[in-house]
């Protein structure tokens, strides 16, 4: 007898083993399909974590362009200000392939001004950057103590793939918990905004 609950391939008609074979064969079609049919791209990727008072922040997504144009978008001053536009970038120093970069986050309740030092490596096809600076005004969040990344490009499935990370420090504050929402909540709106803009202006 047979048991539906184990062997969906018995019937009322009898024909259960004939449906076994007709089972087993399943699994080398759909390998098939698999082969055959077209891959798409990579999605976008987005990961947000915390720690005791450090966070990681990871984007990927699929640029279609050449890498030297992605890289170009990356560095250069004038896209960096129209990409991070959720902030104020004031381009205080530079040389070749580096810059100096004041950012101002301001909210309702406090402004943070971060000064950021990055560099242009096109040999490696990324972008580094790392905080050399911070102060705030208004109420007494969590102050910086380290903040760090790239924006890496490499050839992905569509395109090329750009990676970018951030990872971050504080010292301590009773406003901890409601600054971490509020890093989440821009890293992500950021990496929108990056997305966005290099998908707009790649070609």
Known sequence: MCDRAVDLACGPSGNGVKRRRRSRLLPLWLLALALVAPQGAAESTREFTEGDRRY?????????????????????FEHLQ???RRSQSELLDQGPNWQRVRFTHTSWLWTLRATMKRRLDREAGCVWFEMESAERS???????????????????DAGQRVTYRQVGEAGSSMLAATWMRYARREAIAFAEDLESYLRTHAL
């Open 138 to 156: 208004g109420l007494p969040i969590p102050l910086p103590t380290a903040s760090s990344g790239y924006f890496c490009v490499a050839p992905g």
């Open 56 to 76: 990681a922040f990871t984007a990927a997504f699929d640029v279609d362009a050449p890498t030297e144009r992605v890289l170009d978008l990356l560095y250069d």
């Open 82 to 84: 129209r990409y991070s």
